[in-house]
Nanobody, 125 residues
Framework: QVQLVESGGGLVQTGASLRLSCAAS????????VGWFRQAPGKEREFVAA????????YYADSVKGRFTISRDNAKNTVYLQMNSLKPEDTAVYYC??????????????????WGQGTQVTVSS
């Protein structure tokens, strides 16, 4: 059974950086899209960033462009989300997701069928 394991969340101050990791066990990410989504208290879960494993196309939400970078390590079967210049509004539970159908539209969370447990990111002002 495929599992996604996230790590790297924490409590930081405004302007700091964090790197989230998403590792897959049970299979590789090949032929999948892998995305990061976040959910803040009282809000719906929203798209943050995604990458198509095959071809490497990358997508970002407007709110994180220029600050966040998604990348992958093929050998480790891991996707990273480097988050720089963090703001209090970035505070949320961040989820990693993967799915083959998501390659059609990596920004659509409905197309992802594998989800991690989530990791908390808190940015204090």
């Amino acid at each position: 059974q495929v599992q996604l394991v996230e790590s790297g969340g924490g409590l930081v101050q405004t302007g700091a950086s964090l790197r989230l990791s998403c590792a897959a066990s049970g299979r590789t990410f090949s032929s999948y899209a892998v995305g990061w989504f976040r959910q803040a208290p009282g809000k719906e879960r929203e798209f943050v960033a995604a990458i198509r494993w095959s071809g490497g196309s990358i997508y970002y939400a407007d709110s994180v462009k220029g600050r966040f970078t998604i990348s992958r390590d093929n050998a480790k079967n891991t996707v990273y989300l480097q988050m720089n210049s963090l703001k209090p509004e970035d505070t949320a539970v961040y989820y990693c997701a993967a799915g083959s159908k998501a390659t059609m539209n990596p920004t659509d969370q409905r197309l992802y069928n594998l989800w991690g447990q989530g990791t908390q990111v808190t940015v204090s002002s």
